[in-house]
């Protein structure tokens, strides 16, 4: 088991790019979440996947993001026509269905110039 | 009331020391409350967590006191170490998503 992981570990694109992350959550974990950290701030949610099924997105994810889970397996966090605000590191957190502790990856890092 | 508040924003103590994180929240319906760990350029690291059915748990050198009537938590790092300093959130989460509700961070250095 070698943890939560997460592609690309940095990415800077210019404002108006569209840019996708992948994360690989631990084998067997059926929750999946995303957040949002930046700079001094604690991560804040984003969304929230169990199995494939995302039942939980935040007011935070504007109409220009999008994630998915399909299959169940790893996830992708898209963001669309991306804003000097939506730089950031993206966070994801895997846990069993029935426990509470979520194991972060180590991040993507965005920087939208 | 989804608010989870953290102090001191930074913290500096000598080897050996015992630095004393804080956080207090609203909501009652918060069931879980961990804390983590984070370096520079690294994800978050789960130290300790606790329910609010115990008043304190110890796990090495760390400690977690938990005061369920006053809505607070803090974090206690017995003989700290220059290797312990990082930033460290504290976090709550209830519910059937258990989505964490994080600090805003305390930032620790320990001095050798």
């Known amino acids: 088991d070698t943890g939560v992981s997460q592609d690309p570990r940095h990415k800077i694109t210019k404002r108006g790019q569209n840019v996708t992350f992948r994360c690989d959550p631990i084998s067997e974990h059926n929750r999946l979440y995303w957040y949002r950290q930046t700079l001094g701030q604690g991560p804040e949610f984003l969304t929230y996947?169990?199995?494939?099924?995302?039942?939980?997105k935040s007011r935070l994810l504007s109409d220009r993001f999008s994630a998915e889970r399909p299959k169940g397996s790893f996830s992708t966090l898209e963001i669309q026509r991306t804003e000097q605000g939506d730089s950031a590191m993206y966070l994801c957190a895997s846990s069993l269905v029935l426990g509470e502790t979520q194991y972060f990856g180590p991040g993507t890092r965005l920087l939208v110039l | 009331q989804q608010q989870v508040k953290q102090s001191p924003q930074s913290l500096i103590v000598q080897k050996g020391g015992i630095p004393i994180i804080n956080c207090a929240y609203e909501?009652?319906?918060?069931?879980?409350f961990p804390w983590y760990q984070q370096f520079p350029g690294k994800g978050p690291a789960l130290l300790i967590a606790?329910?609010?059915?115990?008043s304190e748990k110890k796990e090495g050198r760390f400690t977690i006191s938990f005061n369920k009537s006053a809505k607070q938590f803090s974090l206690h790092i017995m003989d700290s170490q220059p290797g312990d300093s990082a930033t460290y959130f504290c976090?709550?989460?209830?519910?059937?998503?258990?989505?964490?509700?994080f600090g805003t961070g305390t930032l620790l250095a320990v001095q050798p």
């Open positions: 996947f169990q199995n494939e099924a995302q039942l939980e």
């Open positions: 909501n009652t319906a918060f069931d879980y």
């Open positions: 976090a709550a989460s209830g519910g059937a998503t258990n989505k964490l509700i």
């Open positions: 606790i329910r609010p059915d115990v």
